[in-house]
């Protein structure tokens, strides 16, 4: 990650449960990753199948 030359971070940790949902703005210029912690979710982008995730799994 360093030779990433980051030049800030924001952490956020969600717990979501049953039928929810949680959108990301586009942030222009920025990265961003989510790290499944715990059971499973399904991940969907514009114009993608969806893909489901597991504990473990990275999306980027």
Same mark, same amino acid.
């Given at each position: 990650?360093?030779?990433?030359? +980051?030049? =800030?971070?924001?952490?956020?940790?969600?717990?979501? #449960? !049953?039928?929810?949902? &949680?959108?990301?703005?586009? +942030?222009? =210029?920025?990265?961003?990753?989510?790290?499944?912690? #715990? !059971?499973?979710?399904? &991940?969907?982008?514009?114009?993608?199948?969806?893909?489901?995730?597991?504990?473990?799994?990275? #999306? !980027?």
């Amino acid at each position: 990650m360093h030779h990433l030359r +980051l030049e =800030g971070s924001l952490y956020c940790q969600s717990q979501l #449960a !049953g039928d929810r949902s &949680l959108s990301m703005p586009v +942030l222009p =210029g920025k990265m961003m990753f989510h790290i499944v912690t #715990a !059971g499973r979710c399904w &991940l969907t982008v514009d114009g993608q199948p969806p893909v489901e995730l597991h504990k473990g799994s990275l #999306a !980027g």
